[in-house]
């Protein structure tokens, strides 16, 4: 089993769409978690941090369920430069190691 | 603005050739990363630096080395290429204590023949 694990995708929607992705962990000691956003060709970059209560920034929703170990990330109103790779982040959970376990990515391709 | 630079975009070897990586940061931090990024497969970690000097393997570590004898500065090395390392290679820096946000190069897109 992937230790996060994300639906690839693509997904694609319209413009003015709402979507929602979603991701599992499996290391339930892991306690930081992000979303990252990886353009084509680029390299990743911070999108936000998912907090337990819940964060928004913007039209950009990110939840988490420690129960069930999962993570989700809501966009409203997709605009066309939404386009791009979303990676689901959690950190490696034992100590301050800084490590980082990527899931692979879910693509999103938003449409006129 | 943290900058991650990294010395090649797009580089071609031949099997057996000797490879070096180079990623340099300019934000003083501590802790500097090497990832691979394959399709199907995301991120995974090669090896990782807490200082200078100093190395931890990742998951994939074999078939390549590191060396930080500087602080900004984080070398992968490929002993001798084979074409199953053919991948993009991803540069990450992390200030210690400063949460967990890594800091990404712009990559290099390595080809071995």
């Known amino acids: 089993r992937k230790e996060v694990e994300q639906d690839p995708g693509p997904f694609n929607v319209p413009e003015g769409a709402t979507v929602a992705f979603n991701c599992t962990y499996s290391?339930?000691?892991?306690?930081?978690f992000f979303w990252y956003r990886q353009d084509c060709r680029k390299e990743p970059k911070l999108l936000m941090s998912?907090?337990?209560s819940g964060n928004e920034d913007g039209r950009f929703t990110a939840q988490l369920n420690r129960a069930s170990q999962y993570i989700s990330l809501l966009i409203r109103d997709s605009k066309l430069s939404d386009s791009a790779t979303y990676l689901c982040?959690?950190?490696?959970?034992?100590?301050?190691?800084?490590?980082?376990?990527f899931g692979q990515g879910t693509t999103l391709q938003v449409k006129p | 603005d943290v900058k991650v630079t990294q010395s090649s975009r797009y580089l071609v070897k031949r099997t057996g050739e000797k490879v070096f990586l180079e990623c340099v940061q300019d934000?003083?931090?501590?802790?500097m990363f090497w990832y691979r990024q394959d399709p199907g497969l995301g991120l995974r970690l090669i090896y990782f630096?807490?200082?200078?000097?100093?190395?931890e393997k990742g998951d994939i570590p074999e078939g390549y080395s590191v060396s930080r004898e500087k602080k900004e500065r984080f070398s992968l090395i490929l002993e001798s290429a084979s074409t199953n390392q053919t991948s993009m290679y991803l540069c990450?820096?992390?200030?210690?204590?400063?949460?967990?946000?890594?800091?990404f190069g712009p990559g290099t897109r390595l080809t071995v023949t």
């Open positions: 990450a820096s992390r200030q210690t204590g400063g949460g967990d946000e890594q800091y």
């Open positions: 290391n339930s000691a892991s306690q930081s």
């Open positions: 998912v907090y337990s």
């Open positions: 982040v959690v950190n490696g959970g034992s100590g301050n190691t800084g490590k980082l376990i």
């Open positions: 934000m003083d931090h501590e802790n």
């Open positions: 630096s807490y200082d200078v000097k100093m190395k």
